[in-house]
């Protein structure tokens, strides 16, 4: 990991110097170091690099763009997994709400919105709004992508974990 590190950071401090930090392969490449450090979970060097990734992609691209929806994603999961509860939810609240307004309600990212929104929800204690959206989830789930796939046995996994609780 240490070597994927020092070549993400030597890749972001070319495209800076080259293209500039507004070129979309350079925000990419912030981006790929957030994610490099946040596999590490040295999640307190990842949060700075999604957040300067999500404000340049909202500044950039507009705040429903694919890439920008990806990005606020990726730092409410870094705040989640940091156990910043207060600052990923409404990342996540806002990401689902972007999920379902430019892919619609049954799209793989905007189901796998809601249950990490649900996740969240669950691990503060918000048992009854968790529940719901995990139900949601493996409803929507089922209907659109079929009883097999990954993301439906996902869905019901997670709703099963919630309701033994």
């Known amino acids: 990991m240490k070597d994927a590190l020092g070549l993400y950071r030597r890749t972001l401090a070319d495209r800076e110097r080259v293209q500039g930090g507004d070129h979309p392969d350079t ?8 994610d490099t450090y946040f596999m590490a979970r040295k999640y307190k060097d990842a949060v700075p690099l999604y957040e300067q990734t999500l404000a340049d992609r909202e500044r950039i691209q507009g705040t429903d763009h694919p890439d920008t929806i990806t990005a606020r994603g990726n730092l409410a999961s870094a705040f989640h997994s940091g156990r910043k509860l207060a600052q990923a939810i409404p990342l996540y609240e806002q990401n689902l709400a972007g999920c379902e307004r430019v892919f619609g309600p049954d799209h793989k990212d905007t189901l796998t919105s809601r249950s990490n ?12 709004e968790a529940q719901a959206m995990f139900e949601r989830t493996l409803a929507d789930s089922e209907r659109a992508l079929g009883p097999d796939h990954p993301l439906t046995q996902t869905a019901r996994e997670n709703l099963a974990a919630v309701t033994q609780v």
């Open 117 to 128: 929104l649900a996740h969240a929800y669950h691990t503060v204690g918000r048992m009854v």
């Open 27 to 34: 925000i990419a490449a912030r981006g790929n170091l957030a």
